[in-house]
């Protein structure tokens, strides 16, 4: 990766939404933009680390696709976190970004090299996600997600 922030040679494989309320949006983006059926899950309980502080919050989320791209819709329930942050700055709707990867370390040291910090980060199941302050670059967060492999959850800290 250069020293441009260069993400020509990524593809894009999910928008992420914030919502007070997934529901009406869904059924929205089904009828005017052709989104297939969306998939509510009931809200969970996730552990995050925020900022470099761990904790847990509940989301509830719902995905669809678009054409081949996923549709993430989510709805804060309880807890501090980027997207309560997001909906506390009365914003709704387009949140983020996400870019599958490989090797997610060498593209999170090359944005640090660059002054853009890790605002918060995961794991759900094998999926390690990782959300870049990019707001002022991009007017939008850039996530990446890398599937984990067997032993490396020990290594992860951002």
Same mark, same amino acid.
């Given at each position: 990766?250069?020293? #441009?922030?260069?993400?020509? @040679?990524?593809?894009?494989?999910?928008? /992420?939404?914030?919502?007070? +309320?997934? *529901?009406?949006?869904?059924?929205?983006?089904?009828?005017?933009? =052709?989104?297939?059926?969306? !998939?509510?899950? $009931?809200?969970?309980?996730i552990?995050? @680390?925020? &900022?470099?502080?761990?904790k847990?919050?509940?989301?509830?989320?719902g995905? /669809? %696709? !678009?054409?081949?791209?996923?549709?993430?819709?989510?709805?804060?329930? *309880? /807890?501090?976190?980027?997207? @309560?942050?997001?909906?506390?700055?009365?914003?709704? /709707?387009? &949140? &983020? !970004?996400?870019?599958?990867?490989?090797?997610?370390?060498?593209?999170?040291? *090359?944005?640090?090299?660059? =002054?853009?910090?890790?605002?918060?980060w995961?794991i759900?199941?094998?999926?390690?996600?990782?959300?870049? +302050? @990019? #707001?002022?670059?991009?007017n939008?967060?850039?996530?990446?997600?890398?599937?984990?492999?067997? =032993? $490396? %959850?020990?290594?992860?800290?951002?």
């Amino acid at each position: 990766m250069n020293n #441009e922030l260069d993400l020509k @040679t990524l593809r894009p494989n999910q928008l /992420g939404y914030v919502y007070k +309320d997934i *529901e009406k949006p869904a059924q929205s983006m089904e009828k005017f933009l =052709g989104a297939s059926k969306f !998939i509510i899950f $009931d809200p969970i309980e996730i552990s995050i @680390t925020h &900022h470099g502080v761990k904790k847990k919050i509940t989301m509830k989320s719902g995905f /669809g %696709r !678009i054409f081949d791209t996923e549709i993430e819709l989510l709805q804060p329930v *309880e /807890g501090d976190s980027i997207y @309560t942050e997001f909906l506390d700055e009365g914003r709704e /709707g387009l &949140h &983020h !970004i996400s870019y599958n990867v490989e090797n997610m370390s060498a593209y999170i040291n *090359e944005f640090k090299k660059q =002054g853009i910090k890790v605002m918060q980060w995961g794991i759900i199941i094998k999926l390690v996600y990782v959300y870049l +302050d @990019t #707001e002022n670059i991009f007017n939008t967060i850039i996530e990446f997600t890398e599937e984990l492999k067997r =032993g $490396d %959850r020990k290594a992860l800290n951002f």
